[in-house]
């Protein structure tokens, strides 16, 4: 956890010394208020690239991994494949570099971020009530994880649970207690590359079962169900024309 934080905070300060973007952000502002555009400047950002990691098969076979721990703890925060770790770093950080961000303001958000991240993916019970229509805390990103594949399909949110709600991706059953009894990757997470090599090859590798996304497999059950049904109708029929 603790390098975790260090790493990205030195990280952020250096990507915030580099004087690439426009004089326009509000340093005059006070940091409480600086921080809140940088979570409004970047969560939009943020939203569109984990929802489009669930909705395209090439992105899907990257973040992949981060769904197939089969228990969630704070170390799930930090399992990523470093394609994925590299993509978003440069999608999220640009706003800030461009508008001009200053270094504590980067190094804040950092933070903010990072730990967030860990307390989200925590094994422990962070009940956070009405709050939890405004931040994406570990009860709602839990069900996200859930093998369940349209659980996967909601609760994409970083910090904030706010463009969830907008885009109607927020989902908390009304009784709260039912946690999800299954995480990872649906009838896969088991046969998954167990150690760090299988994992860094895992994306290109062709085993196309890994890498449907949380849609496909989805639409493939559907495809299996109605099949079945099919079948069943046509024995039912057959049946009853024998009679």
């Known amino acids: 956890m603790f390098s975790q934080l260090v790493g990205s905070t030195v990280a952020a300060l250096i990507v915030g010394s580099i004087p690439l973007g426009f004089a326009v952000w509000p340093t005059h502002w006070p940091l409480v208020a600086q921080l809140a555009l940088a979570f ?3 969560e939009l ?3 569109t690239w984990h929802r489009s990691c669930h909705a395209n098969s090439v ?12 228990r969630l703890t704070w170390l799930s925060s ?13 999608l999220v950080y640009t706003p800030l570099v461009v ?22 993916h925590s094994n422990v ?17 839990r069900r ?10 909601a609760n994409y949110g970083t910090i904030l649970i706010v463009w969830d709600v907008v885009f109607g991706t927020r989902y908390m059953p009304r009784r709260r207690e039912q946690q999800p009894d299954n995480i990872g990757i649906d009838g896969l997470t088991e046969q998954f590359p167990k150690n760090w090599t299988g994992h860094m090859l895992a994306p290109f590798r062709d085993q196309r079962q890994f890498y449907e996304t949380t849609g496909q497999r989805e639409m493939a059950t559907a495809r299996s169900s109605n099949h079945r049904e099919r079948l069943a109708r046509a ?7 024998r009679r």
């Not at 992105?59 to 089969?70: D, E, G, I, T």
């Not at 024995?235 to 009853?240: E, L, M």
């Open 99 to 120: 508008l001009g961000a200053p270094p504590v303001i980067i190094v804040m958000f950092t933070v903010a971020t990072v730990t967030c991240s860990l307390l989200q």
């Open 125 to 141: 019970a962070l009940e956070m009530g009405p709050l939890n229509w405004v931040f994406a805390g570990a009860e709602l990103h």
């Open 235 to 241: 024995n039912r029929t057959k049946s009853a024309i």
């Open 45 to 47: 950002v943020q939203y």
């Open 144 to 153: 996200h994880h859930a093998a369940d594949p349209a659980s996967q399909r």
């Open 59 to 70: 992105l899907w076979r990257v973040h992949a991994a981060h769904h197939s721990a089969p």
């Open 78 to 90: 930090a399992r990523f494949h470093p394609l994925e770790v590299i993509t978003e770093y440069i």
């Open 40 to 42: 409004a400047a970047t």
